[in-house]
């Protein structure tokens, strides 16, 4: 995230286009969390699936989502710098109610399962390395991640938690200490082959809901609205259009080298299961936890779990806020309540309320003895399907004028938001109709 002390932008900055890069890099912050966070414990079991089910038969998938990806959240991104609202604001504001409350049901439905399953996934996670109880560990999870969203500025641990997904990259030492035939995987990646299976539209739904994720939507661009808030020199873009070039550059660096981080993981985690798990476990996919860490034995032996674990842990406690942050933010700005995590519970009780709701609502699916890796598994599938009508708003508001008013998205940018809003839309039209003819 920013440094909240960085240095106010003024007008002469936007004159002024080659600063140092050093400096400017140190400005990343929405794009770049959105990033980690979309490879949450859900992305690493969707991805550790589809690799140890299919190969490197979806390797082409983190090549193709790339793009599309980037381009749906810098329209986030924009959106809330342009308007200095976030995007339940902005509906309220100019959509019926109907569609606003339709929306918000949507993301808060899908990111109470999510975190759930996140949660889950934690907890099994920490039972691999420290035996004991899982549900009583993912209460501690839950728990603790919302004691710290509360009482904790999430900039301020975050600076911390990013060090434990630093695990995340032993899939890609894996990748190079295992047999992979590299011209397999360079043909699977550029030369897909699809199927009409139901089992492969699935796991492609899951593949897009995990990565181009409706939580993230509305995350980035409140963030990028926190971000103006604690800066007095800065404003929303309608209000100080002198301000854009400079932001929309930060933006659309910020945005891809986040969404490029995310999507290099995932490849990798595909890459090294399918390397190592696809043939141990003849296609059938995986089951538990444990099958998942197996990936990383080839480099790590019996540290293994440990790496799992904290991979699985790291993620988790970035990307929890994450989830319950969104549907706090969502539904605060739906019935105009203050909505900040800069501010004291006191001061916004009733956001922070709906974030404590989210969590325990979440926590409690624990409890239906769901399998944590399927749990993980579903809840992409059900961000695919939820994506779609998100995204068909996002992009009509991104051109709607009384929104953006002067700052409509590059030609590029929207083409490509539409094609992910479509692509989307054929992913989850496709696994609908395969489940009819299963």
Same mark, same amino acid.
Request: hydrophobic residues 55%; glycine residues 8%.
């Given at each position: 995230?920013?440094?909240?002390?960085?240095?106010? &932008?003024?007008?002469?900055? $936007?004159?002024?286009?080659?600063?140092?890069?050093?400096?400017?890099?140190?400005?990343?912050?929405?794009?770049?969390?959105?990033?980690?966070?979309?490879?949450?414990?859900?992305?690493?079991?969707?991805?550790?699936?589809?690799?140890?089910?299919?190969?490197?038969?979806?390797?082409?998938?983190?090549?193709?989502?790339?793009?599309?990806?980037?381009?749906?959240?810098?329209?986030?991104? *924009?959106?809330? *710098?342009?308007?200095?609202?976030?995007?339940?604001?902005?509906?309220?504001?100019?959509?019926?109610?109907?569609?606003?409350?339709?929306?918000?049901?949507?993301?808060?439905?899908?990111?109470?399962? #999510?975190?759930?399953?996140?949660?889950?996934?934690?907890?099994?996670?920490?039972?691999?390395?420290?035996?004991?109880?899982?549900?009583?560990?993912?209460?501690?999870?839950?728990?603790?991640?919302?004691?710290?969203?509360?009482?904790?500025?999430?900039?301020?641990?975050?600076?911390?938690?990013?060090?434990?997904?630093?695990?995340?990259?032993?899939?890609?030492?894996?990748?190079?200490?295992?047999?992979?035939?590299?011209?397999?995987?360079?043909?699977?990646?550029?030369?897909?082959?699809?199927?009409?299976?139901?089992?492969?539209?699935?796991?492609?739904?899951?593949?897009?809901?995990?990565?181009?994720?409706?939580?993230?939507?509305?995350?980035?661009?409140?963030?990028? $609205?926190?971000?103006?808030?604690?800066?007095?020199?800065?404003?929303?873009?309608? &209000?100080?259009?002198?301000?854009?070039?400079?932001?929309?550059?930060?933006?659309?660096?910020?945005?891809?080298?986040?969404?490029?981080?995310?999507?290099?993981?995932?490849? =990798?985690?595909?890459?090294?299961?399918?390397?190592?798990?696809?043939?141990?476990?003849?296609?059938?996919?995986?089951?538990?936890?444990?099958?998942?860490?197996?990936?990383?034995?080839?480099?790590?032996?019996?540290?293994?779990?440990?790496?799992?674990?904290?991979?699985?842990?790291?993620?988790?406690?970035?990307?929890?806020?994450?989830?319950?942050?969104?549907?706090?933010?969502?539904?605060?700005?739906?019935?105009?309540? *203050?909505?900040?995590?800069?501010?004291?519970?006191?001061?916004?009780? &009733?956001?922070?309320?709906?974030?404590?709701?989210?969590?325990?609502?979440?926590?409690?699916? #624990? =409890?239906?003895?769901? #399998?944590?890796?399927?749990?993980?598994?579903?809840?992409?599938?059900?961000?695919?399907?939820?994506?779609?009508?998100?995204? $068909?708003?996002?992009?009509?508001?991104?051109? #709607?004028? &009384?929104?953006?008013?002067? @700052?409509?998205?590059?030609?590029?940018?929207? $083409?490509?938001?539409?094609?992910?809003?479509?692509?989307? @839309?054929?992913?989850?039209?496709?696994?609908?109709?395969?489940?009819?003819?299963?």
């Amino acid at each position: 995230m920013p440094d909240r002390t960085r240095k106010p &932008k003024t007008a002469g900055d $936007v004159s002024t286009p080659h600063r140092s890069v050093p400096s400017f890099l140190l400005r990343l912050g929405p794009g770049l969390i959105t990033g980690a966070a979309d490879d949450d414990p859900s992305g690493i079991a969707t991805y550790s699936q589809v690799g140890a089910q299919f190969g490197m038969g979806m390797l082409w998938t983190m090549l193709f989502s790339f793009p599309l990806m980037a381009a749906i959240q810098e329209i986030c991104a *924009r959106l809330g *710098r342009i308007t200095g609202a976030g995007l339940a604001a902005n509906l309220r504001k100019y959509y019926p109610k109907p569609v606003l409350y339709g929306v918000v049901f949507l993301l808060s439905a899908a990111n109470i399962f #999510n975190l759930g399953a996140d949660v889950t996934a934690m907890g099994a996670a920490a039972q691999l390395v420290f035996h004991g109880n899982l549900n009583a560990y993912a209460v501690f999870f839950g728990v603790a991640s919302l004691l710290l969203q509360i009482y904790v500025p999430y900039r301020k641990y975050v600076h911390y938690l990013k060090w434990l997904t630093l695990a995340l990259f032993a899939y890609v030492a894996t990748a190079f200490v295992v047999h992979v035939p590299w011209m397999e995987a360079i043909h699977a990646t550029i030369a897909p082959k699809l199927s009409w299976k139901l089992d492969y539209w699935m796991a492609l739904v899951a593949v897009l809901g995990t990565t181009i994720s409706p939580y993230l939507f509305f995350w980035q661009t409140s963030e990028e $609205v926190e971000d103006e808030r604690l800066n007095r020199k800065e404003s929303a873009l309608k &209000k100080k259009p002198s301000q854009a070039f400079d932001e929309f550059r930060r933006i659309a660096i910020d945005t891809r080298v986040g969404m490029a981080f995310s999507n290099l993981v995932a490849f =990798f985690i595909i890459l090294t299961t399918a390397a190592t798990l696809h043939v141990a476990y003849q296609g059938q996919g995986i089951q538990t936890a444990a099958d998942a860490a197996k990936a990383l034995q080839p480099l790590a032996g019996k540290l293994a779990f440990l790496l799992f674990a904290m991979g699985i842990i790291g993620t988790g406690m970035l990307a929890v806020p994450v989830l319950a942050g969104s549907t706090a933010y969502a539904v605060a700005d739906a019935f105009r309540w *203050r909505a900040s995590l800069e501010s004291r519970p006191r001061r916004a009780p &009733k956001f922070y309320m709906v974030m404590a709701a989210a969590t325990v609502v979440g926590l409690s699916l #624990n =409890f239906l003895g769901m #399998n944590p890796i399927r749990a993980l598994f579903l809840s992409a599938v059900i961000n695919g399907v939820v994506a779609v009508p998100l995204m $068909v708003i996002l992009m009509l508001m991104s051109a #709607n004028p &009384k929104i953006t008013g002067e @700052f409509k998205p590059p030609a590029y940018v929207t $083409v490509i938001g539409w094609i992910a809003t479509g692509v989307m @839309f054929l992913a989850s039209l496709g696994f609908i109709v395969s489940s009819f003819h299963k």
